[in-house]
Every structure is written in C-alpha cells, then in structure tokens.
C-alpha cells in the first residue's frame, strides 16, 4: 500500500490519498512510510491522518468505509456512522452530499465511484450469502437527486466506471461474480447486467489502472484478477 501510495504521488503528481484499512492494523505499517508526509489520509475506524510531524491523528471522527478523492482534491466518503455520503473538502470541511432517499434514511454505505458526467454510485450491502440478494446501489446526481438504481444483488462490494465511463462493474462478493452494467443516463435505472468475471472465493474492491486494466482484490483466496 505505501509503496502504491509513493508511486501516485511522484509519478502522477497526486497531491493527496486516501486508504482505508477494514481490519484495525493502520494500514499494516502505512503510517511508518508517511510519516513525514501530511497529506496522507487512511481508515482505520476513523479517518486519520499523518502529519508533518510524524504523528497519527485521529483527523474525523467517521466510520468510513470507502473513500474516493477528485479531481478537484475533495475526498467522497462513506460514512457509517451517520449512514451519510460526505465530503472533505481541500479546506478541511466536512459537508453531507446525502443522508436519505425517498424520505428514508440510508442503510449501509459501503465502496463508491464517479462517472463522467460527475454521477456518484455506491453499493449498500445488507446480509451476506448467495441468496441473500437483498442488496442496493444508489446513485447521486450533479443535482443533488438521490435514487436507488438497482437492487436484488447478493452483498455489493466493489463498485467502478471504466475510464470511458461506458460500463459500471459492481463486485457481488455474495455469489462471487463481477456484474457488468452499461452506465445510465443520470434519469434511468441500471439496466440489465451480464456476468463479467466469476471470483473464487469472493471478492471486495476493484480499479482500473491507468492502461484501463481492472483489478479485482479475491480476499478469500488472496489473490488480484
């Protein structure tokens, strides 16, 4: 991770970074690599950040699950704790983007991503199992419009656009499939998806590097497709 982190940094001029770490190690020695750097963020029960100064501080008293920085340096969390989407601005600001839809406050917030036309999607997973298809996907307009977009997915994980922004790839860790689905118009539904890829064991977060290669983490079997 800290190696990956370094590389976005010097290769391509990224200015900050977000990590999440599900599992309480704080980002398995990450901190140790940053820590003279204060523009390195990571999740690990909050959002904390590296400082100058070499210290680990605890930066936002979150439950964040997935994170995704912009263009424009803000950083998109899922937050857990309120079941709120939120971004942190450049200037250290915290502002709710979404907290309901249809009247009804949102459930589980779990990974998230950005199409082209600035749409934002994240998965909401609930119960976990091959025939527990009672997961969600959501979607964020420019607008400010919230709207469920797709349901009946077996524990939604990972959720990506192609660079192209033509195809959404969503990672049902449930029945361990990769689904793909032709981005919508910012009014309409997912349509119908197609089986992309079948994991062995699960699966959780997905990218596309900069050559428009996915990858796909496997945790069960420790692996990347």
């Not at 204060?38 to 400082?51: E, H, K, P």
């Not at 210290?55 to 997935?66: E, F, S």
């Not at 709120?84 to 983007?97: C, D, I, N, R, S």
């Not at 119960?127 to 964020?140: E, F, N, Q, V």
Request: charge should be negative; charged fraction near 25%.
């Amino acid at each position: 991770i800290a190696v990956l982190a370094r590389y976005l940094q010097r290769r391509h001029g990224i200015a900050r970074i977000a990590i999440v770490d599900f599992d309480v190690h704080h980002g398995n020695g990450t901190q140790d690599a940053f820590y003279e750097d204060g523009d390195v963020f990571f999740c690990s029960g909050a959002l904390l950040r590296i400082t100058p100064e070499r210290k680990v501080l605890k930066y936002l008293d979150l439950n964040p699950a997935g994170t995704y920085l912009l263009a424009d340096r803000r950083v998109l969390i899922c937050d857990n704790k309120n079941h709120a989407l939120v971004q942190l601005t450049p200037e250290g600001k915290v502002q709710v983007l979404a907290e309901q839809c249809e009247g009804k406050p949102l459930r589980n917030l779990n990974d998230l991503c950005v199409d082209k036309a600035g749409n934002v999607y994240w998965t909401d997973p609930k119960s976990h199992g091959p025939k527990a298809d009672d997961g969600d996907i959501y979607r964020l307009t420019p607008e400010g419009v919230v709207s469920k977009v797709g349901s009946g997915f077996a524990f939604p994980n990972g959720i990506e656009v192609d660079p192209e922004s033509k195809y959404l790839y969503v990672v049902e860790s449930g029945n361990k499939k990769v689904m793909r689905f032709e981005v919508p118009a910012s009014d309409k539904p997912l349509g119908k998806g197609e089986l992309f890829y079948t994991l062995k064991t699960g699966g959780d977060g997905l990218a596309f590097d900069a050559k428009g290669r996915m990858w796909v983490t496997d945790f069960g079997g420790g692996e990347i497709a």
